[in-house]
């Protein structure tokens, strides 16, 4: 199956793709078992269940690994978030693109913020890292890898619409294939992006707003789970944890629910 075809074409569907997001290979197949069409990764569940904060801590080739081992065991498409690459220079980011492409991604995550401190890179800027490397995949046979243009205005501007319709028309025009806008949820601001940036829109989960239906109404294309399903696990492992501690007694693990 040509993965990276097919995760391009579930964003051109009616129906919003509902990507789950994945932090190792066991929840990756636990998300394509459940009947997932795809599997975006999280950087933050990936960093967090290695002990590292988020933030590109964990190295490049770590993450670049990862996504090998969960591409050769999952048959759906996986997308991989690269935060803003790894790299200080463009060379080295259209590197890693093409690394994690190699690696049998069908796309990434790539974040127009800076690291420490963090702020929004010059539009100009990030839009000309997008054209290199789009190009770049297309000069290397990775016609149609989907290359989610994430801007985290809605993270760092207090009035973020204007910014936010700005980058998503600039990243159009370098070759993004979509644009995430995590932090986004009112319903007049989704829709004026929608109509205003012709990419497909990626929203991501967040305190209600969770209903995959009425964001499809809204024209959202993508809807992320983002962390929040590794940051449930992990809560759930803490707390059988501490439960299996205070007991001594490791009756709670047979009980009905435990498994789930």
């Known amino acids: 199956m040509n993965t990276i075809r097919v995760f391009d074409d579930l964003h051109r569907k009616d129906e919003l793709l509902f990507l789950g997001n994945a932090w190792d290979v066991m929840s990756a197949l636990a998300l394509a078992k459940a009947?997932?069409?795809?599997?975006?990764?999280?950087?933050?569940?990936?960093?967090?269940?290695?002990?590292?904060?988020?933030?590109?801590?964990?190295?490049?080739?770590?993450?670049?690994?990862?996504?090998?081992?969960?591409?050769?065991?999952?048959?759906?498409?996986?997308?991989?978030?690269?935060?803003?690459?790894?790299?200080?220079?463009?060379?080295?980011?259209?590197?890693?693109?093409?690394?994690?492409?190699?690696a049998g991604a069908a796309g990434i995550n790539i974040e127009d913020s800076s690291k420490g401190p963090r702020a929004l890179k010059p539009l100009g800027e990030q839009a000309a890292l997008l054209y290199a490397i789009r190009s770049a995949l297309d000069a290397n046979g990775y016609d149609g890898f989907f290359m989610n243009a994430r801007t985290d205005t809605y993270l760092l501007l207090e009035q973020p619409l204007g910014e936010t319709i700005a980058r998503g028309k600039a990243y159009a025009e370098s070759g993004a294939s979509g644009l995430f806008v995590p932090g986004l949820r009112e319903e007049t601001d989704i829709a004026e992006v929608v109509s205003g940036v012709s990419l497909p829109l990626n929203v991501m989960s967040l305190p209600g707003m969770t209903d995959a239906v009425r964001l499809q109404e809204l024209g959202v294309k993508r809807f992320s789970i983002?962390?929040?399903?590794?940051?449930?696990?992990?809560?759930?492992?803490?707390?059988?944890?501490?439960?299996?501690?205070?007991l001594r007694d490791t009756s709670a693990l047979y009980e009905p629910g435990a498994g789930v």
């Not at 065991?73 to 190699?102: F, K, N, W």
């Open 35 to 102: 009947g997932f069409k795809a599997i975006g990764t999280t950087s933050w569940g990936v960093a967090s269940t290695r002990g590292f904060a988020d933030g590109e801590r964990i190295g490049f080739e770590v993450h670049v690994e990862l996504i090998r081992a969960i591409a050769s065991q999952v048959s759906i498409p996986v997308s991989a978030d690269i935060e803003a690459g790894y790299g200080a220079d463009t060379e080295t980011v259209v590197s890693h693109v093409l690394r994690i492409a190699e």
């Open 226 to 246: 983002g962390n929040a399903f590794s940051d449930a696990a992990t809560a759930y492992v803490e707390a059988m944890a501490a439960e299996l501690w205070r």
